[in-house]
């Protein structure tokens, strides 16, 4: 069965560092692309960051670019998703999903993918306030 466990959410003051992690097991990770996303309460979910299968491409929202950073450990079948100089807006719950690109454009992070076809995490809470 294929399972995304989120993990390194918390609350931190505005400023701050956090690393989430994103653990697969039952599927070989290096054959997925990964998405980070976020939804805030009342909010629309909003893809934060994506990489492809290798971490050679990756892709931010403008409003996380420069401060959040993604990566992958295919050996240890782990994605990770350092995320610095918190702002108050980025609180939100944060998911890792994965699926499979069927297009060059969806591999390399350029085309979005159908949420439908994302296998999901359960979902970390990120809060950042003083």
């Known amino acids: 069965q294929l399972q995304l466990v989120e993990s390194g959410g918390g609350l931190v003051q505005p400023g701050g560092s956090l690393r989430l992690s994103c653990a697969a097991s039952g599927f070989t990770l290096d054959d997925y692309v990964i998405g980070w996303f976020r939804q805030a309460p009342g909010k629309e979910r909003e893809r934060v960051s994506c990489i492809s299968r290798t971490g050679y491409s990756t892709n931010y929202a403008d409003s996380v670019k420069g401060r959040f950073t993604i990566s992958r450990d295919n050996a240890k079948s782990t994605a990770y998703l350092q995320m610095n100089s918190l702002k108050p807006e980025d609180t939100a719950k944060y998911y890792c999903?994965?699926?499979?690109?069927?297009?060059?454009?969806?591999?390399?992070?350029?085309?979005?993918?159908?949420?439908?076809?994302?296998?999901w995490g359960q979902g970390t809470q990120v809060t950042v306030s003083s």
């Open positions: 999903a994965a699926a499979r690109a069927t297009s060059i454009a969806q591999a390399m992070c350029v085309m979005a993918i159908d949420p439908e076809m994302y296998t």
